[in-house]
């Protein structure tokens, strides 16, 4: 019996021979390679400056510090993304208030973003879920009415492009994460990109324990953290981005097979849908599955037995024990999100999955389905 995992990293000859040159140069962190792969990055994206950092985690607290988010602040933000977008808001003292997504894109909605807006309100931390942009327009739009800050959270969506434009160069800033089951991998690690020279030097500073690019060794100007990218993972980052373009070219491929597999039987599931306007770049690809009476939980364990990995994406972060306890949230107070939470499923994605994959995990999701509801209508 095949396995397929959810994820695995495209790694060539490449990053071996790239690891393998810094390896020998004996300059193993804060050398010429993490400036390398911030410059590359940031002229690939389009955005002016560039911070790579050990995380996409340590990107987003950055930014938040950078912004200038302090205890009594808060940020609006989704609650259908991977749980570092809202800690990150928590890490720098200020509140997390949600606003719920779009049911087509999951994309975090306008329109309920304006209705969060409060006097302490100072910025929207925007999550571009899964590979495909926010309705950025709008969200500007509200940003400027009100006087708040844009900070993309674009982890899942290096590449991606709304209106001709790239994710990465709408907010203050913006962090992408390079863990090995995100588009482009360093093994560990994230970037922050910017339009602002300030905020590049000082997410510098912050990763570097306070330092001043200029300052001593043992010298310190701020209260800073060691967050830095190490040579090793910025060589590995150079190389997959020379890939880019092709890596993300076969994603889409591969979203084109299963779309053409799945689309005939959406009387069981939905597929993802892209918005007209977007380039999608596929994180992860989700389906969710139509029928309310339908396990999700029973259908992953079924497809997992016939070595089908698949598994929910994501869970509402609302709803995680230390958010309800704190700010007391409950279940409905952000029905889309929780229904999305509740019926989804990612799938096998990943370079290398061929048609004939594509066509077989399809068939197992849609036999474990039939027969599911088959049983329940007995
Ligand atoms: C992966 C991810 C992160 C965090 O990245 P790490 O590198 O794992 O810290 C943050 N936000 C979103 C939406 C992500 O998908």
Known sequence: ?????????????????YVLNVLRSGILSIGPKIEEFEKKFSDKIGAKYACAVSSGTAGLHLAMIAAGIK???????????????????????????????????????????????????????????????????????????????????????????????????????AVFAFYPNKQITTGEGGIITTRSKKTQEICRSLRNQGRSENMQWLDHKRLGYNYRMDEMSAAVGIAQLEKLDF????????????????LPHSNFIQIPLTAEHNIHTWFVYVITIKNKRVSRNKIIATLNKEGVSTKPYLPSIHLFDFYRKKYYYKKGDFPVSERVSESSLALPFYIGITEEDVKYISKKIINALRNYEKRIQK
């Open 71 to 173: 205890k009594g602040d808060e940020v609006i933000t989704s609650p259908f993304s991977f749980i570092a977008s809202a800690n990150c808001i928590l890490y720098v003292g200020a509140k997390p208030v949600f606003a719920d997504i779009n049911p087509v894109t999951y994309n975090i909605d306008p329109v309920k973003i304006e209705k969060k807006i409060t006097p302490k309100t100072r910025a929207i931390l925007v999550t571009h879920i899964f590979g495909q942009a926010c309705d950025m327009e709008a969200i500007l739009k509200i940003a400027k009415k009100h006087k708040l800050k844009i900070i993309e959270d674009a982890c899942e969506s290096v590449n991606a492009e709304y209106k001709g434009k790239k994710v990465g160069t709408f907010g203050e800033s």
């Open 247 to 262: 890596m993300i070219t076969q994603r889409q491929k591969i979203a084109g097979w299963y779309n053409k597999y799945l």
């Open 1 to 17: 019996m095949k396995n397929y995992p959810i994820a695995k990293p495209y790694i060539t000859k490449k990053e071996e021979k």
